[in-house]
């Protein structure tokens, strides 16, 4: 793969001209220290987030209400329609690394099985991608028709959301040391 | 890989030998069209389940309440012992496929992508295994302290639970057909 350097100058590149908000902060510390390393590149990440959508919840029928990737207080909850069905998603950090080859691939698998146990590997035909995926995940129904659908302690139910999104980023400042 | 054939023959004898109640029923017509192709073998599976656990979430610390890989009825919800915080929770489909080369496993993803968007390569070093993963999935605290944290109708939960439960066997179902 004589062009994988090529390929991540240009790649990067175009990432530094892009929107400053498009990549949430959280994760640029650990996406900065794959991309120092020669036979890695970060193509997409995401270091975890909470959101409230509607929908049926196919890719196109799936509207975002709200979305934080810190954590939330009891004002998340508040929204001014609550029609139809809303949900409560937290989904864990994603990144998606580009490999010079398999042999890369497999080395930074392992590694990343030490924290991440779903590591992946998501092509390795033309360009070679391993994906990166945590497991922590919330999906409940959160309004019905207006109505709130959860009966316990809303300060509670805060507090267990960002009780999870806290193990994401302790778990993703764990991953960030392996590279060291 | 000269010994796939071989260690196909040998996985798939043991499982043979293994009680019947190990794989749900559900999966087993899949299973045995990808075990009837030279290139494949299945290692695991799961066609998708509905259960209640409780604990920290860690693999250790999880206990299982209730399992169903089939729908479910309002009784699913009835549980002897609510102490503490109990979860519902609904996972997808989940196959795990040993493949004979590289190559069998990149044609592999092409054909399970068409379904399974998120399907990927676990292992491409020793042996060559694809995981195959829906993404449905439920996470809700169900039960705190004895009490039920939903506030809707019951009815309506086990239908929402169940509906999922569908949407996951008939993907399974066109899954299937791709192999034909």
């Known amino acids: 793969m004589p062009n994988f350097l090529n390929n991540k100058k240009t790649f990067l590149s175009k990432l530094d001209k892009s929107k400053k908000g498009d990549i949430d902060?959280?994760?640029?510390?650990?996406?900065?220290i794959i991309n120092s390393k020669d036979?890695?590149?970060?193509?997409?990440?995401c270091s975890g987030r909470i959101y409230l959508w509607s929908g049926s919840g196919k890719k196109n029928e799936c509207h975002w209400l709200k979305v934080s990737h810190e954590l939330?207080?009891?004002?998340?909850?508040?929204l001014k329609d609550t029609s139809g069905l809303v949900w409560l998603r937290?989904?864990?950090?994603?990144?998606?690394?580009?490999?010079?080859?398999?042999?890369?691939?497999?080395?930074?698998?392992?590694?990343?099985?030490?924290?991440?146990?779903?590591s992946c590997i998501l092509s390795a035909s033309n360009k070679v991608i391993v994906e990166i995926?945590?497991?922590e995940f919330i999906e409940m129904s959160l309004y019905k028709d207006g109505k709130l659908l959860f009966s316990g302690e809303i300060e509670w139910l805060v507090g267990l959301v960002n009780s999870r999104m806290k193990k994401i980023w302790e778990r993703m400042e764990k991953y960030q040391k392996q590279f060291a």
């Open 39 to 45: 036979n890695y590149y970060t193509t997409s990440s």
């Open 90 to 118: 937290l989904e864990d950090i994603i990144l998606h690394i580009c490999c010079k080859d398999l042999d890369s691939a497999n080395k930074l698998l392992e590694l990343s099985r030490r924290i991440y146990k779903k």
């Open 133 to 135: 995926h945590g497991s």
């Open 25 to 32: 902060e959280k994760v640029i510390p650990l996406l900065k």
């Open 72 to 78: 939330i207080d009891e004002k998340f909850f508040e």
